[in-house]
């Protein structure tokens, strides 16, 4: 019964700033992996930033140095904060939460997406 809502999507203009969020609702483990990827028509799915329960962050080369991903674990919430914007970042965005060591084995979960749309 997991649910991921994403929010914070929309049209920006190039250089500038969006902030994603996901909140999640229902059972969330303690050892989880969040991030975020993203999707363009005709083109596979692509991790954009991963952060673990240990606070290790991984993020694609296209947007190191621009991209941030934080958390609050209080509130089963993941963030991406995403500056100097690109026309090249524009995209549906998808949250996803995995936990490696659910209760019937790996679990990995998904949002339904929030378009991100970067245009003069």
């Known amino acids: 019964q997991v649910q991921l809502v994403e929010s914070g999507g929309g049209l920006v203009q190039p250089g500038g700033s969006l902030r994603l969020s996901c909140a999640a609702s229902?059972?969330?483990?303690?050892?989880?992996?969040m991030g975020w990827y993203r999707q363009v028509p005709g083109k596979e799915r692509e991790l954009v930033a991963q952060?673990?329960?240990?606070?290790?962050?991984r993020y694609a080369d296209s947007v190191k140095g621009r991209f941030t991903i934080s958390n609050n674990n209080a509130v089963n919430t993941v963030y991406l904060q995403m500056n100097s914007l690109r026309p090249e970042d524009t995209a549906v965005y998808y949250c996803?939460?995995?936990?490696?060591?659910?209760?019937?084995?790996?679990?990995?979960?998904w949002g339904k997406g929030i378009l991100v749309t970067v245009s003069a």
């Open positions: 996803n939460f995995y936990f490696p060591y659910g209760p019937s084995g790996a679990m990995d979960h």
């Open positions: 229902g059972r969330i483990f303690s050892i989880t992996t």
């Open positions: 952060i673990d329960n240990n606070r290790f962050t």
